[in-house]
């Protein structure tokens, strides 16, 4: 079945950076249609509300890093309410948690410099000579905040990343008290009120193109636009599932030369804060062994929900592909952390929620990051093909923000000037 009606812009993923570009354009009066895969909008953001609770427990992107002035000024316009996250920060050493002393890491990444030769992560770390403990805590460091794997990802890129966190103090982060998820159903809204269309449920299987012209192809429908904005996320660009026809070659060349980061997180949901009698005010919690080893609370607030998160390759283990599994596994290393029986916790548990991106056909990965020699890739994502394709997503971020929500909000509003100005 074909559709008759030639749009003036096809978009491909209703995430952050396909809504956001569509917005801009309809509310241009440019006539839109936006085909999403997955039954909902929002991608690697999604919400799952909790019963009796102010707070949902969140399956993808969580918190608001630092203060990104476009992602500030949507949250104002869609009347959201965001909270800092506060409290202290304890270590679980050596069997024993304690407030965690000061962390001579965070000064080593400023040293990185974009202008030095760019190596991975794990191969700075050696030439500067860096204690085993201190070494292994930066490479824990990158890999769980960055998703990425220390072997990989480059420091032209880290440095990058660091000053553009800097700019934003992107040492700061919210939460939004209605779930993440309330940003994308607002951007819909918009879109929607603007006169564009939507149809969920529609994964894109091809995509055919030439100057002015775009064919895009689901499994039941075909849908006709002179432009077309593709916002896959990078694993799926990268893994071919959709064709292309003509291949982009310089953009999928630069997908190839990127990496998709891998992550694995749980919300545990309890009937009462059983840390506070340990850990009064706990914020976020470190461990030195087992799995997750990054924990965190929604301190200041006090809701009996705590959250464990593996970064980088660790996420890939065979034994946390099964949900079940990994609940489990979070379980007994929080039992043990905090001198409790398991049979106890279990006592407690009112609920957990998990999902695995790596598996999820529409992701395949968590979020991007650019390894050693790829820190142009994502500039060379942005150009346009012809001035009817055009690319998006958090991974075309150029402003050191990849695998952030505002780097995906930006990239949207940048495609729909670029596309503007073509049309």
């Known amino acids: 079945m074909s559709s008759a009606k030639i749009y003036d812009v096809l ?3 209703a995430g952050v950076a396909g809504l956001a570009a569509g917005r801009v354009l309809a509310e241009a009066g440019k006539r839109v249609f936006l085909l999403e895969a997955r039954n909902r909008v929002g991608g690697r953001i999604w919400s799952i509300p909790v019963p009796g609770s102010e707070l949902p427990a969140e399956l993808g992107a969580e918190f608001v890093h630092g203060r990104p002035p476009e992602l500030l000024s949507l949250i104002q316009e869609a009347g959201l309410r965001i909270y800092e996250l506060d409290g202290k920060q304890i270590c679980f050493e050596q069997g024993r948690l304690q407030e965690c002393s000061s962390d001579a890491t965070s000064s080593l990444f400023e040293e990185l410099s974009e202008n030095g030769p760019d190596l991975s992560f794990a191969e700075w770390i050696e030439q500067k000579h860096i204690p085993g403990k201190a070494a292994q805590a930066a490479m824990n460091f990158v890999e769980g905040f960055n998703a990425a794997d220390a072997r990989r990802i480059g420091t032209a890129a880290l440095a990058k990343q660091q000053k553009a966190e800097d700019a934003i103090e992107g040492d700061l982060a919210f939460r939004i008290e209605g779930g993440y998820s309330a940003l994308p159903d607002f951007l819909l809204k918009r879109f929607e009120a603007a006169g564009g269309k939507i149809r969920l449920s529609a994964p894109v299987e091809a995509i055919v193109w030439q100057k002015d012209a775009v064919r895009v192809i689901t499994q039941t429908d075909e849908f006709t636009a002179r432009k077309c904005l593709v916002t896959l996320p990078l694993g799926v660009l990268q893994s071919g599932r959709v064709l292309f026809d003509p291949e982009p070659q310089d953009v999928m060349q630069a997908a190839r030369r990127s ?4 992550a694995r997180r749980i919300t545990y949901l309890f009937r009462e804060q059983f840390w506070k009698q340990n850990a009064v005010e706990m914020s976020f919690l470190f461990s030195d062994e087992g799995l997750p080893r990054v924990w965190w609370t929604p301190s200041p607030k006090t809701i009996p929900q705590i959250t464990g998160w593996i970064g980088g390759p660790k996420a890939l283990a065979s034994e ?17 952390m905090f001198s409790q029986t398991e049979d106890s916790l279990r006592a407690l548990l009112a609920g957990w929620h998990t999902h695995d991106w790596q598996r999820d056909p529409f992701s395949l990965g968590a979020y991007s990051y650019a390894p050693k020699g790829a820190v142009d890739a994502s500039e060379a994502m942005t150009m346009s093909l012809e ?3 055009y690319f998006a997503g958090e991974h075309t971020d150029t402003t050191g923000h990849w695998g952030t929500v505002h780097g995906a909000l930006g990239s949207g509003q940048r495609a729909a000037k670029q596309i503007l100005s073509a049309l």
């Open 11 to 13: 978009v491909v993923g």
């Open 259 to 262: 990496a998709m980061g891998s």
């Open 320 to 336: 946390y592909s099964d949900d079940e599994q990994f609940a489990q596994s979070g379980l007994r290393l929080l039992a043990k």
């Open 387 to 389: 001035e009817t394709l």
